[in-house]
């Protein structure tokens, strides 16, 4: 599927949007990366064994796990002059299994605990956009995205979480209907915003 989504004032070209596919899987990555505030590339150091690269084992989730959420069919992209320019990540959200207890699980149960809150909703895992493509209208074209995805799963609401340190992206979701629902105060880890509270936000769907 490749259909044309819009026009704006920040590019002479239009922006096109559609499924991701498995050769996206290094933009992907790098964009779960930036709406994370590099917590993705951080869980999956944790995860690779010595000597082994994080960025190598990420990749090859998005190509292969269907099992991961951040398999590539769980994504759509925007593109300009076909590249990749933006990025979403968006599922209907399931009960979150009871982590074991390591560091990686310290660092998400704020998360879980959110996500255990939001069941059942459709969920934006991530908004991520590129820097030669902000200010075009991307990420509000890929919350319109996912509203639309949530409403054919039958989806009664959509959530998404965001730091209360990430003023920028939360004015970007207040301004397209979302509102907070619950918050958790935020584990740091290695090369994270130093504090802060996850915010769980919500938004009907109409």
């Excluded at 590019?11 to 290094?26: C, I, N, P, Q, Y």
């Excluded at 590249?83 to 009871?98: D, F, H, Q, R, T």
């Amino acid at each position: 599927m490749n259909k044309r989504i819009s026009r704006n004032s920040h590019s002479k070209l239009e922006h096109s949007f559609r499924s991701a596919t498995s050769s996206d899987a290094a933009d992907l990555l790098v964009l779960a990366d930036i709406s994370s505030r590099c917590f993705f590339s951080w869980v999956w150091g944790e995860l690779a064994g010595s000597g082994q690269s994080a960025l190598e084992l990420a990749h090859r989730s998005i190509q292969t796990d269907q099992s991961s959420v951040n398999h590539y069919n769980n994504w759509d992209v925007i593109e300009k002059d076909g590249e990749v320019v933006a990025g979403l990540n968006s599922y209907l959200l399931l009960p979150v299994a009871k982590p074991d207890n390591t560091q990686v699980a310290k660092v998400t149960r704020p998360l879980n605990q959110l996500k255990a809150i939001g069941a059942g909703t459709w969920y934006i895992a991530s908004v991520s956009v590129f820097v030669d493509g902000r200010g075009s209208g991307a990420g509000t074209q890929l919350i319109d995205v996912a509203e639309s995805k949530a409403r054919r799963a039958g989806a009664k609401k959509l959530t998404l979480m965001v730091g209360s340190f990430n003023e920028r992206a939360r004015k970007l979701y207040e301004r397209n209907g979302f509102s907070e629902w619950d918050r958790r105060t935020f584990v740091p880890f290695p090369g994270a915003d130093p504090e802060g509270s996850w915010i769980l936000m919500v938004k009907e769907v109409q």
